[in-house]
């Protein structure tokens, strides 16, 4: 009697507040909780400003996050921007719980952990600059979704923007083929351990069986998400694929939804799956005569079988330029994100083409005209530098005025143009990021280096950091202690000095050539050049501030 008397309690509570019913699951099996790059207002204020939205510096910005977990992404956003005001809302109160605790660890004041239902906001909880909706939507009932798009309209700042990530159609039709056969399979267990055990198991067998009996097709699907599965942990599978709630839309429809609460579409974070120009000529022009951007983006999502999407909202009242000119990008800072064939950086310019660089994304740009291989010379020797654009094309007029290339006839404006044009394609196709304002770090290495306050303190407790670009960078025993003392006071000698102890009582273990060194004298001989390596890795990976 108790029993059931606990079940309908579960069940009205439940009805009341649609939320309620999936806290338990994420209670049970905590959500790891990490930061996500493409959420950072930095690169959300770029996006808008490419598309005429002026949105709020992130420095000065109120900063929410639905479905935040235990915080991870919403604290690095508050440690990144300390004149922000972020709040970071969950109803899975283990999670928030353990959210406060490493809260408490960083000392970061200008966030606030909120065990609360997104059901529960109103007006009267203010508005924000940004609002953060990241791996929430698919998995709520449809109550729930209702509210978090109300919420995306009711409480954003006018000219703010909301960042909502779900699950898409047609992409995710052969996958949900594969989720129902794991729901069915793991509904006999009843542990979570047991479930993700069997739901690896089914997919293997029936993998396998598939390809013994020549069907190939589905052998081949279910073998690629199994590999997917296979290399992620326990509560990936468990919330991911075996929630009861896993909603798919395709675009069309979640901007139904969108429109139902005065938004529009703004962008999406990938900007590269945005342009119709990444596609061969034939197909580009075709979609180039429509004039309706969210049936435009419907039929991308077709050819591209999407099946996830991070689609950036504003209000419907703003107007938008969708008739992008290069020189829009002038009072902006260039990052970049492509991959250089070896020795491009130690070549002397002219560079003799055709050459291949690889963007972030995997598209690959082949180029042997002037003026683009000079822009990527630049590129290059920027590193993983943000540098102002207005500098970057000085420094490259420089160098085609210096090697003589027709380009550098044209006049400063012409010119100027040109190079923004090949920036502004580098853009669409992952090559580049653009910001609006310097990125918070540095990749120089100082006599006596500081890694990012929030760095420092991870590192002394877990196996990841958040770098100052939003990224979530796994580190190893040897940097858990070195970033730890990277605080401004401690130069190489220093660092040798106090490391030493823990070569000593085997708490670290320097290996050279696959072997294991046992020598402390050659260890501290050899350990200013491991120091000096990983001092260049975090420069590169932006984990050092000035």
């Not at 990144?80 to 970071?88: L, Q, T, V, Y």
């Not at 660890?105 to 909120?114: C, H, I, M, R, S």
């Not at 050819?303 to 000119?325: E, V």
């Not at 696959?514 to 020598?519: A, L």
Request: aromatic share 10%; hydrophobic share 40%.
């Amino acid at each position: 009697m108790a029993k059931a008397t606990a079940q309908k309690s579960a069940k009205s509570v439940a009805a009341k507040d649609p939320a309620a019913a999936l806290s338990q699951a994420y209670n049970e099996v905590p959500y790891s909780s990490y930061p996500f790059a493409q959420t950072s207002p930095d690169m959300l204020q770029g996006i808008g400003k490419l598309f005429g939205l002026n949105a709020p510096s992130p420095d000065k910005a109120r900063i929410l996050e639905i479905g935040c977990a235990s915080g991870n992404n919403i604290i690095a956003m508050a440690a990144r921007f300390p004149g922000s005001s972020c709040i970071g809302i969950d109803y899975a109160g283990r999670q928030i719980e353990l959210g406060q605790e490493q809260l408490k660890a960083l000392g970061v004041p200008n966030v606030e952990l909120k065990h609360m239902s997104v059901m529960d906001i109103d007006k009267s909880f203010g508005q924000f600059d940004y609002i953060i909706c990241h791996g929430v939507l698919s998995w709520v009932p449809p109550e729930v979704q209702e509210k978090i798009l109300e919420v995306c309209s009711t409480n954003l700042s006018p000219d703010g923007i909301a960042y909502v990530s779900y699950n898409t159609l047609p992409g995710w039709n052969s996958v949900r083929s594969v989720r129902e056969m794991m729901m069915y399979h793991t509904a006999m267990y009843d542990t979570p351990g047991e479930k993700a055990h069997a739901a690896r198991q089914i997919l293997k067998f029936i993998g396998d069986s598939a390809r013994s009996n020549n069907n190939i097709n589905m052998a081949q699907t279910i073998e690629r998400e199994l590999e997917i599965l296979n290399s992620q942990p326990d509560y990936y599978l468990l919330h991911e694929h075996l929630e009861e709630n896993n909603y798919q839309f395709y675009f069309h429809q979640f901007m139904a939804l969108a429109a139902k609460n005065k938004l529009q579409y703004l962008a999406e974070t990938s900007l590269e799956k945005m342009f119709s120009g990444n596609f061969a000529p034939e197909v580009s022009s075709v979609l180039a005569t429509s004039t309706d951007i969210v049936r435009t983006e419907q039929y991308m999502d077709y050819i591209y079988d999407r099946r996830f999407r991070s689609t950036l909202l504003c209000h419907a009242d703003r107007i938008l330029n969708r008739n992008l000119q290069s020189t829009d990008i002038l009072d902006g800072y260039v990052y970049n994100r492509f991959t250089f064939p070896e020795n491009f950086a130690n070549q002397d310019m002219p560079v003799a083409g055709p050459l291949k660089f690889t963007a972030a994304t995997g598209m690959v740009l082949t180029t042997d005209d002037g003026a683009a291989l000079a822009v990527m010379k630049e590129l290059a020797s920027i590193g993983t530098q943000a540098v102002p654009i207005r500098k970057f094309l000085r420094n490259v007029a420089a160098t085609l005025k210096k090697i003589k290339h027709p380009a550098s006839q044209r006049t400063e404006e012409d010119l100027q143009d040109y190079l923004c044009q090949l920036l502004m394609r580098y853009l669409f196709i992952g090559g580049i990021y653009y910001y609006l304002q310097p990125l918070p770090y540095t990749a120089q290495v100082s006599a006596k280096p500081t890694a990012s306050k929030l760095a420092q303190i991870q590192a002394k407790s877990q196996n990841w950091v958040c770098s100052q670009r939003q990224e979530h960078i796994s580190i190893t025993p040897f940097d858990n202690k070195l970033l730890a003392m990277l605080d401004g006071t401690n130069n190489t000698a220093s660092i040798t000095k106090a490391l030493m102890p823990f070569f000593q009582n085997k708490e670290l273990v320097m290996n050279e050539h696959g072997q294991v060194v046992t020598d402390m004298k050659a260890i501290e001989t050899r350990l200013p050049e491991f120091i000096t390596a990983a001092l260049d890795r975090y420069a590169t990976l932006g984990l050092l501030v000035k």
